[in-house]
Nanobody, 116 residues
Framework: QVQLVESGGGLVQPGGSLRLSCAVS?????????MNWYRQAPGKQRELVAA???????TYADSVKGRFTISRDDAKNTVYLQMNSLKSEDTAVYYC?????????WGQGTQVTVSS
């Protein structure tokens, strides 16, 4: 059974930082699969925030470039999202995602709220 479990969300002031984690279980050869972070703000569509390929190549949405960093630890089957210089518009539920054997898998999401 494939499971993705996010953690690390919370309330932070503008300009602050948070580090999200996504622990993955049930996927063999985890290192061979791309991992993604999405987010969904109230009333908006879910959007891709950052992705890391099997080889470690990273891509980012323009809105987070230079502020967010995605990374992976294949020994721990875990992917991270380091978020710095947070803005109020980063407030959303953040989801971890991967496609394994042609099926999309999602975590339950973790709430990030940026507010003073």
């Amino acid at each position: 059974q494939v499971q993705l479990v996010e953690s690390g969300g919370g309330l932070v002031q503008p300009g602050g930082s948070l580090r999200l984690s996504c622990a993955v279980s049930g996927i063999t050869f985890f290192s061979m699969y791309a991992m993604n972070w999405y987010r969904q703000a109230p009333g908006k569509q879910r959007e891709l925030v950052a992705a890391v390929s099997a080889g470690g190549t990273t891509t980012y949405a323009d809105s987070v470039k230079g502020r967010f960093t995605i990374s992976r630890d294949d020994a721990k089957n875990t992917v991270y999202l380091q978020m710095n210089s947070l803005k109020s518009e980063d407030t959303a539920v953040y989801y971890c995602n991967t496609k394994w054997r042609l099926t999309d898998y999602w975590g339950q999401g973790t709430q990030v709220t940026v507010s003073s």
